[in-house]
């Protein structure tokens, strides 16, 4: 079903956004961290924080930061690496309960979406019905996630819907009731618009524009030669909360990839490192052709045992640029074992987004990568090995279940408790103890509705070129 591409009279486009997301996830696991300041990224020399809860967030600490910078500016805070399958679970009830609301549902990511209204059971679409809906819904997504909060938005378009969820962050709801729409954006900076970063907006800012009422003063000629033919016409029209964007529940391509079978085993790892590229050059033009970028790169392995083998990372935002993919693409053929020989290899790139997120004036020489833990934790998995890492869990014969605070030296210092116990007590053992083991987590009772596919098996979405 494809809704029509004109504005919307009434405010059915619905925007949630899980609040600090992987933080909060950790305080609802880790009592003795709630109300906390909470740290999540990667640990190490070089890590980049993905996220921080709100409390860490008062001391400046923010999402991309280095982890250095971080620990300078809230030391007393909790680092932990991430623990994505417990994200997932969350994410995977979320989506559900927005399921549960209207059948049209467009995640974004882990923690984000967006919800049509006019596929929902409604009395009628006044601000207040779907003010009525979005309480209801919030209180639903904290059932379901055990105590997450999601800030909502609700308008016309995906703009103004995805600007108000962000207007009263964290825990908040905002409707824009129609008509209203452009005096919400007006004193914004015009960053908030999709398509314009750092590059585009130094252009307009030269040009003397800052906020979108700046925006608005200028004509769409004028905007059409500041920033070419599309571009400028499309931000004319944002401007105006003209966004007749829909909500598409089903992506018209879920992947991009490449993969190649070799007629003989391939041992030589600079020629298997050199296929790979080629490969990431390849997944990067047919996503430059389809206008797609995407943050989830994964590569395929075929080892000479028939054996096969998937890798994936997932980028802060997604990315189009070549030069990002391959390095992902090799960071992730690096944790493989490849000596025996490789006989299919494979890229692809997942999460796409189909409206350009990245900047069209982005500097060439700086690829905006921020490397979040799902790839921290691809690129920790070798160097920290079966090790105790910050935020894992674990369990232990004698005192039951619990969590890593630190490691080093021969010792492991757990708390010991989990989301339903209450703040527990700390216990340093020895980094050797037989009756310490790292905890898996059960799998959901439900299975998740939207099983990460395999990228590169869903080759057959974007053709051959
Ligand atoms: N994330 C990441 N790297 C980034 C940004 C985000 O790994 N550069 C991850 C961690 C976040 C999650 O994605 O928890 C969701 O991103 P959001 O931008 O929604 O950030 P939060 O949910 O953490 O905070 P907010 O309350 O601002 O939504
Ligand atoms: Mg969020």
Redesign the pocket.
Known sequence: MRRSLTVRAEPTILHL???????AVEQRDKPSLRGKPVVVGGTGGRGVV??ASYEARAFGVG??MSTAEARRRCPNAAFLGGRFDAYREASAAVMRALREVSPVVEPL????AYVDLEAADLPDRSVASVSALARTLRARVAEVTGGLTASVGIGTSKLVAKIASDLD??DGLVVVPPGLERDVLRPMQVVVIPGVGPATAERLRRAGVHTVEDLEQLSEEELVSLLGRAHGSGLHAMARAEDPRPVEHTREAKSVSVEDTYDTDHVDPRLISALLDRQSAKVTERLRKARLSGRTVSIKVRLHDFSTVSRSATL?GPSDDGRVIARVARQLLRELDTSAGVRLLGVGVSGLADWIQEDLFADEEQPPV?V??DTQAALDAASRGRGWWPGMDVEHDEHGRGWVWGAGRGVVTVRFETATTGPGRVLSLKADDPALRAHVRPPPEDPPEDPPEDPVDAAADVTDG
């Open positions: 956004d899980l609040d600090a997301f992987y933080a993905a996220t999402s991309a990511s882990l923690d984000e962050k964290p802060a921020v979040d833990p």
